[in-house]
Structures are given as C-alpha cells and as structure tokens.
C-alpha cells in the first residue's frame, strides 16, 4: 500500500470490532489495526444466535458459512424465527474471523494492548494519538472504539464533550449519559449435554424446540439447542425489577453462581423445567446485567473517533440482536468510511451521519428489548394495553407483542439503511 488514503484503529477485537476490519481491509486505500486487549482472542460469551437481518450481512462478506462451519448450528424453529447460534465461550468463531482475515489480506488483532486513552485535536493534519496500559503508543486518523460493555472510548467521548461546554448542568448530563445502569436482572447460564436431558425426558420440547418458560413470579429460562442439537444453551433470568436501571450494590458483575441462588424461584414448576433443572451439575456463570442507559447516549462521536456495538449500546439480551447490531453498526459505519469522498478533511461529516443514522435506531431496538423482557417475564401489569385483562388474555396478548416486535428481525433488512446513509453523506458532503 502506498501512503493510506485512511489509517483506522480499531479498539476491541469483539465480533463488532473483527467485522469491522474485515469490512475496512477489503479496501486497498485503508490502513487497519486491531488493539484488543485480552492476551489471547477466546473470550467468555454466550450462545449467540443470528437473526435474517444480520445473517444478510454476514453472507454479503462471505461470513455466513465460516461460523456455521466452525462453530455454529441452525437451530430449529419457523421459517421467521430460524436462527444460527454460535458457541462463543472458546475461541473458535474469532478464529474464523480472524482467518478470514488473514485470508484478505487484512490485520491480525494486537493482543495484551489496552487502551488506557487518546488525544485527538480533531485536525485533519495531526494524527489522533492512542495510549495503550503498557506504556506503548500509536497513532491513527479514525479510531473505532469497539471496546464492548465498559467503553473507554465512550467514557472518553463524553469527557471531551463536557469539558468543552460551558453549561455545568449539560456537562454533567454527558458524564453521566455514559454511565451503566442495572437492568434488574441477573442471569445464570449453563451449557448442557443434550444427551443428559434426554436421559431424563426423552420428549422434552428443549431437544426440539427452543423455549421460553415463564412464570408470574417474573421469572423465566429460556433455552435453545446449540452444536447441532449436541448442546442446550440455557439461559435462567432472575427479576429484580424494583432496581431496574438502578445501581448494583452487591460485588462483582460477572462469575461463578450456584444452582441454589435460583432453583427455589421455580419450585412447582411444570415437570420439564423441573427435568431441566435437575440436568444442571456444573457451576452456572452468573452475570448482573447491566445496559447503557435507556435514553441512549447523547451521540456516538466526537472528532475522530466513533463507537459501535455494546460500547454504544449495551441491550437486553432477551431478543438476542445485541451481536447483530454490533454487526449492522460496523456494515454501515464501514459503508461510509469506505467511500472514497470521505477523506481525513471529511471524516467528521461520515462520522455525523453515521450518527444519525444508528442511533435512533439503536435507542428503539434497546427500548424494544426492554419491553420484551417484561413481557417476557410476565411483568405486564401496567403496561399500556393490559389493563383489565384476565390473566389467560394478558399472557396471549405478551406472546403476540413479542412476536410482533420481533418481526423486524426477519422482515427488514439494513440495506436500506447503508443506501439512505450514502445518500445523507452526500448530501452532506456537497453542503
Ligand atoms: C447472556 C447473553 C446472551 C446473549 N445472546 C445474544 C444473542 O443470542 N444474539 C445476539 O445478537 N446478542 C446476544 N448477546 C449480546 C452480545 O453478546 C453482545 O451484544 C455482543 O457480543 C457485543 O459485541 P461487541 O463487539 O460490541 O463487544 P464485545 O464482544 O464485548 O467485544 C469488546 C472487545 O473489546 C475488548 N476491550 C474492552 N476494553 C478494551 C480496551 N480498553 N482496549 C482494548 N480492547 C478492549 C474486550 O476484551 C472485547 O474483546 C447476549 C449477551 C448476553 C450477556
């Protein structure tokens, strides 16, 4: 490569992150390199499932079948709600992004490198300067911050812009708009030999069917077979729901929890859950969920740097579209920065419409999410739509909600949006 039209710096070698490089290494006149902080690209996750709108785009970049081959299934289900689900707790499906880039040509993620902060003068001649925990330094003329949940470039972002505004209360409303709240649920997840369920109820619909057992206590486990019907994936949600969007107190965020902290909250339920529960022999990982705040951030760029997927917008996780909006974030964010009018003179702009075009969208998914999960969990009472309705009506009338605000999954596509955006970028561009 001659003298980069545009040198990228990529923060964050989650699937955001990666399918963003790749996007941007298809490119001769663009320059990428990935920091990731881990010491090796294996992270823990959870089974995640790919719905039609973000499936499209891993097939336009050839994606599609790496993950099916490597790590992934088609679980089964309608037509609409037909799913891919990934194992993302070993190292396999980054492998085969990261081979994937390799194959084109592109980076392969810097580990043990992580962003500690950056300067940027927001000029097109100097460069926007990284500094790394371990003392090291880089510079770059965009940096992407796909640094997931705890964003530094979203903190840093929201510094920027408070330090440069005079009024005490906005500033204040910036840092704080970067801050996590507590959804209200903490959740357990376990990954179970299908073979073991099976012993104890060969009928069970889990082996068949990816399910949703709920019950009025809000309280729900949803399950679904992943490993080509090898493996269930069960996810078990717990309710806090008085803390929703509050502080979480009590320790760490993240670890090992025990079947006792929640196989009393499903005590009489019906057999399978009970079947279900009693496959269970190892240590669940336990997760308090946290999410960025549901009034969204206030934007997701500041000079030359920008964010994308949970470090814009950490989602509930009932829908399973929190990867595939980081997914559509990178398409579009790359759609852009690709186009050969953007510039370092004009990346701002590209940045800005970027902007306006996800992040009303992703305020809506977020807020969709958060609904789903209180229908989910049969915490309907109060919502609009339910009142006086007998229970047996209330819990039909959740089901046809989901299902309804779930369509958008598998009915739209965001091409769509790629084309709206170029055109806005246009627009913007001749302005
Ligand atoms: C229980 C559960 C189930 C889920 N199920 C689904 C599902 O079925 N479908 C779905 O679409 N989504 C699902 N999600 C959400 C999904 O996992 C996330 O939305 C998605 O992984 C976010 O990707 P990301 O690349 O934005 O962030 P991440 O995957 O978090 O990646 C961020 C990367 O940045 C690195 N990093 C962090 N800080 C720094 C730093 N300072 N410097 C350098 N590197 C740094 C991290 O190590 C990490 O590798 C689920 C989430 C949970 C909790």
Not at 306 to 325: K, N
């Amino acid at each position: 490569m001659g003298h980069p039209r545009l040198r990228v710096a990529i923060v964050g070698a989650g699937i955001g992150g990666l399918v963003t490089a790749l996007c941007l290494s298809k490119h001769d006149d663009i320059e990428v390199t990935v920091y990731e902080s881990a010491h090796r690209l294996a992270e823990l996750g959870a089974g995640i499932g790919f719905w039609p709108r973000s499936r499209e785009i891993l097939k336009a970049l050839d994606l599609e079948d790496t993950l099916l081959e490597t790590a992934g299934t088609t679980a089964p289900g309608s037509e609409g709600t037909n799913y891919v689900c990934r194992k993302s707790d070993k190292p396999e499906g980054h492998t085969a992004l990261v081979e994937r880039l390799k194959l084109i040509g592109g980076p392969t993620p810097i580990c043990s490198k992580r962003l500690v902060s950056y300067t940027d003068t927001n000029t097109a001649d100097a460069p926007v300067q990284l500094a790394f925990e371990d003392g090291t330094e880089a510079t770059c003329d965009l940096l992407i911050g796909a640094d997931g949940i705890k964003s530094r470039v979203r903190v840093a972002i929201m510094e920027r812009l408070a330090e440069e505004t005079n009024d005490a209360a906005e500033a204040q409303m910036l840092r704080e708009s970067a801050k996590l709240v507590w959804s209200g649920y903490i959740v357990y997840r376990c990954i179970l030999p299908a073979e073991k369920l099976r012993q104890r109820d060969s009928e069970h619909s889990l082996l068949s069917s990816p399910m949703v057992y709920t019950g009025s206590n809000n309280n729900c486990i949803i399950g679904y077979t992943i490993q080509g019907g090898e493996k269930i994936n069960v996810v078990v949600w717990t309710s806090h729901l008085a803390h929703e969007n509050g502080q979480y107190d009590d320790g760490e965020w993240m670890g090992k929890g025990r079947k006792s902290d929640f196989e009393y909250l499903f005590q009489g339920w019906e057999p399978e859950v009970q079947a279900l529960l009693d496959s269970f022999d190892e240590d669940p990982l336990r997760w308090v969920i946290h999410v960025t705040k549901p009034a969204g951030l206030p934007t997701y760029t500041h000079g030359r740097a920008v964010i994308i997927g949970d470090a814009a917008h950490t989602m509930l996780a009932f829908r399973r579209s929190g990867a595939g909006q980081a997914i559509e974030d990178a398409w579009i964010l790359s759609n852009l920065v690709s186009d050969s009018k953007v510039t370092r003179e004009t990346l701002p702009a590209g940045l800005r419409v970027y902007d306006a075009v996800r992040r009303p969208f992703d305020i809506d998914a977020q807020e969709l999410a958060r609904v789903d999960g209180h229908l989910m969990v049969l915490n309907y009472k109060g919502m609009p739509g339910f009142k006086d309705l007998y229970e047996e009506m209330a819990i039909a009338r959740c089901g046809e909600t989901i299902q309804r605000d779930w369509e958008w999954l598998w009915t739209t596509s965001a091409e769509g949006m790629v084309q709206a955006s170029l055109k806005q970028l246009q627009e913007e561009l001749r302005a």
